[in-house]
């Protein structure tokens, strides 16, 4: 059974910091394009960023562009997410997705196959 498992939430200050990660089991990782979605209280799942099998094309939400990046190692079955100038809005639970294939970077929920259990980023203001 593929597992996903999300790593590196918690609470950081306004203008902080915070890495993710998460690392994939019992799949075949590099078949895989990988994303990040984060869900709000009381708001739909929403996309953050993606990247495609290599991580050569990646794909950002307007309102994480030039905050977050995201990458991956292949070889340690590892997808990232670095958060940086974080702000209250982007407090959520952090979710990361694997859809198979080779295409383009994939932006929307129903397009991955598996997700992990997420992990809760609290930004404080």
């Not at 307007?62 to 995201?70: A, L, N, W």
Request: charged share 15%.
């Amino acid at each position: 059974q593929v597992q996903l498992v999300e790593s590196g939430g918690g609470l950081v200050q306004a203008g902080g910091s915070r890495r993710l990660s998460c690392a994939a089991s019992r799949l075949t990782f590099s078949n895989f394009a990988m994303g990040w979605f984060r869900q709000a209280p009381g708001k739909e799942r929403e996309f953050v960023a993606a990247l495609n099998w290599n991580g050569q094309s990646t794909n950002y939400a307007d309102s994480v562009k030039g905050r977050f990046t995201i990458s991956r190692d292949n070889a340690q079955n590892t997808v990232y997410l670095q958060m940086n100038s974080l702000k209250p809005e982007d407090t959520a639970v952090y979710y990361c997705a694997a859809a198979l294939g080779y295409g383009a970077p994939k932006t929307v929920v129903f397009e991955y196959k598996y997700w992990g259990q997420g992990t809760q980023v609290t930004v404080s203001s």
